[in-house]
Nanobody
């Protein structure tokens, strides 16, 4: 059983940067693919970024390409999402997810989920 705990969310202004983290425990972190998803008020949860077990494969939704960077530190069992040039439309609860067999954009493919961290971007 894998436990995921997100941290680092907060209130920032448009154009600012923020890094959210997701610490994993209870499993072999280096064998899991990791993903970040987000859910804005009144909207469905959507894919943001994903990274394979080694860190050499990364995937992004179009709206964050060039602004967000996903990375992982297997020694610390932590995955990061560096968010630059934030926009008000990036406001959402950000969730990390993990799976031992799946790396991709579909949330149904991920078995483990964190509780989320709120990111609010003011204009």
């Amino acid at each position: 059983q894998v436990q995921l705990v997100e941290s680092g969310g907060g209130l920032v202004q448009a154009g600012d940067s923020l890094r959210v983290s997701c610490a994993a425990s209870g499993g072999t972190f280096s064998s899991y693919a990791m993903g970040w998803f987000r859910q804005a008020p009144g909207k469905e949860r959507e894919f943001v970024a994903a990274i394979n077990w080694s860190g050499r494969g990364t995937y992004y939704t179009h709206s964050v390409k060039g602004r967000f960077t996903i990375s992982r530190d297997n020694a610390k069992s932590t995955v990061y999402l560096q968010m630059n040039s934030l926009k008000p439309e990036d406001t959402a609860v950000y969730y990390c997810a993990a799976d031992s067999d799946y790396v991709g954009t579909t949330q149904e493919g991920y078995e483990y989920w964190g509780q989320g961290t709120q990111v609010t971007v003011s204009s």
